[in-house]
């Protein structure tokens, strides 16, 4: 990995993570009003989302309207066999939790039906970086890469869920660097719009 790659990361990660309770709320509750009348969102049934995390804009005003909207909300699981990738889990009000190897909380694996990601309508990613382009910058796990991977693979013949990106607006950056493996993301919501891509 370049030493830039690296650098930026390290900034970015510092950056969010120095965002106060408060703005941290604020961005939370603006994010969720910034999507909730989204055509793209109101359509789609099945959506993943995230735990937030290192300073990561919080998508859990998000997730409570999923559930009064009664749209079935999915959580990302480290998969137990496969090397970086990811399964989706239901996650409910009182779903039982455990913490996977980072200290993210995720649903238990149980008997529960596992949703395949091309099934999924709308995944609203975690970033680091991103550029307008679509470009994403991740936690340098390659998880959702590998895990969306045949978005680029079968382009054409499997569309998948729309990729939405979460950040803050200082996550943004001019124009990253992408790898072959990189999949594009759809849009990208902060708290300050949406950035629509290729929706
Ligand atoms: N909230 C959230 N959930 C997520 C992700 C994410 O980026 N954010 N992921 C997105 O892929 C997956 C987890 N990927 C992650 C990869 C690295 C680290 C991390 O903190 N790395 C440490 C080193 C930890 C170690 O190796 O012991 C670090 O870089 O400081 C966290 C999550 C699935 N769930
Ligand atoms: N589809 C793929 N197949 C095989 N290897 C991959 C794939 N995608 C990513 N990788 C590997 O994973 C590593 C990390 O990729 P990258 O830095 O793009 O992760 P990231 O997008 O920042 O992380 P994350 O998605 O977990 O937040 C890379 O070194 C790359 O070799």
Same mark, same amino acid.
Request: glycine share 8%.
């Given at each position: 990995?370049?030493?830039?790659?690296? %650098?930026?990361?390290?900034?970015?990660?510092?950056?969010?993570?120095?965002?106060?309770?408060?703005? +941290?709320?604020?961005? %939370?509750?603006?994010?969720?009003?910034?999507?909730?009348?989204?055509?793209?969102? #109101?359509?789609?049934?099945?959506?993943?989302?995230?735990?937030?995390?290192?300073?990561?804009?919080?998508?859990?005003?998000?997730?409570?309207?999923?559930?009064?909207?009664?749209?079935?909300?999915?959580?990302?699981?480290?998969?137990?066999?496969?090397?970086?990738?990811?399964?989706?889990?239901?996650?409910?009000?009182? *779903?039982?939790?455990?913490?996977?190897?980072?200290?993210?909380?995720?649903?238990?694996?149980?008997?529960?039906?596992?949703?395949?990601?091309? %099934?999924?309508?709308?995944?609203?990613?975690?970033?680091?970086?991103?550029?307008? +382009?679509?470009?994403?910058?991740?936690?340098? @796990? @390659?998880?959702?890469? #590998?895990?969306?991977?045949?978005?680029?693979?079968?382009?054409?013949?499997? #569309?998948?869920?729309?990729?939405?990106?979460? %950040?803050?607006?200082?996550?943004?950056?001019?124009?990253?660097?992408?790898?072959?493996?990189?999949?594009?993301?759809?849009?990208?919501?902060?708290?300050?719009?949406?950035?629509?891509? *290729?929706?």
């Amino acid at each position: 990995m370049p030493d830039s790659r690296r %650098a930026l990361r390290q900034h970015l990660r510092r950056q969010r993570r120095a965002l106060s309770a408060s703005e +941290q709320k604020r961005h %939370a509750n603006r994010l969720c009003r910034n999507l909730k009348h989204q055509l793209w969102f #109101r359509k789609a049934q099945n959506i993943a989302l995230y735990l937030p995390n290192d300073g990561e804009i919080s998508p859990e005003p998000l997730i409570h309207l999923c559930w009064q909207l009664g749209k079935s909300v999915y959580l990302p699981v480290l998969h137990p066999i496969h090397h970086n990738r990811l399964w989706f889990l239901p996650y409910r009000p009182g *779903s039982p939790m455990r913490l996977n190897r980072y200290g993210i909380s995720e649903p238990k694996l149980q008997r529960t039906p596992r949703t395949p990601a091309w %099934a999924l309508d709308l995944v609203f990613l975690p970033l680091v970086a991103f550029d307008i +382009q679509g470009g994403r910058l991740g936690m340098g @796990g @390659g998880y959702y890469d #590998r895990t969306f991977g045949f978005k680029l693979q079968y382009k054409g013949i499997i #569309r998948g869920p729309k990729l939405i990106g979460l %950040a803050h607006n200082l996550q943004k950056v001019d124009c990253l660097t992408t790898e072959s493996w990189d999949v594009p993301l759809t849009g990208i919501a902060t708290e300050e719009g949406v950035y629509r891509l *290729s929706c």
